[in-house]
């Protein structure tokens, strides 16, 4: 069945830092891509997402690319603030319209 | 705007107690899910709601039951709480002709004790 994998966390940087969080994916088509972000004792907020290879979806200065041939959806930001602390989940929307959900990457920000 | 609206935000339950998780939206979404998030584990689909009146199992539906009367209205029920069900639960829902993915509620914290 469909599944995504992201990278485990945390993932800890100093403040200004490049940031990458990678997330690969399995699935038969071409299923749309997200990335959510959940702050501390918060719900999830869609942060960005991508329908189809090559799209690229940007937001809030994160942006990952969906990769067809690398079944890859890694999220980037040039450099990371400290009210970037949350953790981030990667998923897939299925041919049913249901999520599949990555482990979730928590993004520690140090000043 | 509400958008998805989850209550109560707080619960504690004793064993074998039940409850009600409320869960409505305002955006006339066909789709609604419930899903319960544990630590490390992400985020699993407990049951799901295609339109009123039809819902189906996810991927742990154990223990707990839903209807869908209304389209804005998906409550979640525990039939007879364990402590296995201590968890973090958020309702979403979804437009599927729209583009903008789901819309989650702001999640209900339970300890079963």
């Known amino acids: 069945g469909d599944s995504v994998t992201q990278m485990e966390g945390p993932v800890t940087l100093s403040e200004e830092a490049f940031l990458t969080i990678n997330c690969t994916y399995t699935?038969?088509?071409?299923?749309?891509l997200f990335w959510y972000v959940q702050y501390p004792g918060e719900g999830l907020q869609l942060l960005l997402k991508?329908?189809?290879a090559d799209d690229k979806g940007s937001n809030k200065g994160f942006e990952a690319t969906y990769r067809k041939e690398t079944t890859s959806f890694h999220l980037e930001k040039g450099s990371v603030q400290v009210s970037d602390s949350a953790v981030y989940f990667c998923?897939?929307?299925?041919?049913?319209?249901?999520?599949?959900w990555g482990a979730g990457t928590k993004l520690i920000i140090k000043p | 705007n509400a958008g998805v609206t989850q209550t109560p935000k707080f619960q504690v339950l004793k064993t074998g107690q039940s409850m009600t998780l409320q869960c409505a939206q305002d955006?006339?979404?066909?789709?609604m899910s419930w899903y319960r998030q544990d630590p490390g584990m992400g985020l699993r689909l407990i049951h799901y709601?295609?339109?009123?009146?039809?819902?189906d199992q996810g991927e742990v539906p154990n223990g707990y039951n839903v209807s869908r009367s209304t389209t804005e209205d998906f409550p979640l029920r525990l039939l007879s709480a364990a402590p296995s069900q201590t968890s973090v639960y958020f309702c979403?829902?979804?437009?599927?002709?729209?583009?903008?993915?789901?819309?989650f509620g702001s999640g209900t914290r339970l300890t079963v004790v």
């Open positions: 979403a829902s979804i437009n599927p002709g729209g583009n903008y993915g789901y819309t």
């Open positions: 955006m006339n979404h066909e789709y």
């Open positions: 709601s295609v339109g009123a009146g039809i819902t």
């Open positions: 699935a038969t088509g071409y299923p749309s």
């Open positions: 991508a329908t189809k």
């Open positions: 998923a897939l929307m299925d041919s049913n319209y249901q999520l599949i």
